[in-house]
């Protein structure tokens, strides 16, 4: 399955770097956090197999999925698919990453609260017999 950029409800965005996700990623920002907000959001598109690194977010994160199907697994669980319409609640200090499936791009809009300046702690890549064992589940 793939993603159809031209019916996207936000651009595709800038090209994420390679320090924090591994494959073709792109980042939207959409609200940056300000005196009235303590959190940001952005849109990330992730291609067949692009994903984030291990991470954690010190308040926690949501991501609204809006296109295609991929991954969402913490660390020591299962991973879960995670598909168009689905909304994952991530708590504070929780290691985990996020990302596309083998087969399809994988569209979320990610809201991303604040603890004084920090909103991310990132971690070691998700490596590939990681992303494989996940892809055959």
């Known amino acids: 399955m ?67 199907e991929g991954w969402y697994q913490e660390k020591g669980k299962p991973a879960q698919l995670i598909k168009k319409g689905d909304v994952i609640n991530i708590p504070e200090d929780v290691e985990h990453w996020h990302g596309a499936s083998a087969n399809s791009n994988m569209v979320h809009i990610a809201i991303t609260n604040y603890q004084g300046d920090v909103n991310v702690i990132w971690m070691a890549p998700v490596t590939d017999e990681e992303y494989k064992d996940v892809n055959e589940q």
């Open 2 to 68: 793939t993603t159809d950029h031209n019916t996207s409800i936000f651009p595709k965005g800038e090209s994420v770097s390679s320090e924090w996700f591994s494959g073709n990623a792109f980042l939207t920002p959409l609200l940056a956090k300000d005196k009235n907000n303590d959190f940001a959001m952005a849109n990330v598109t992730f291609e067949p197999n692009a994903r984030t690194h291990w991470h954690t977010h010190p308040r926690g994160q949501v991501l609204l999925i809006t296109e295609g």
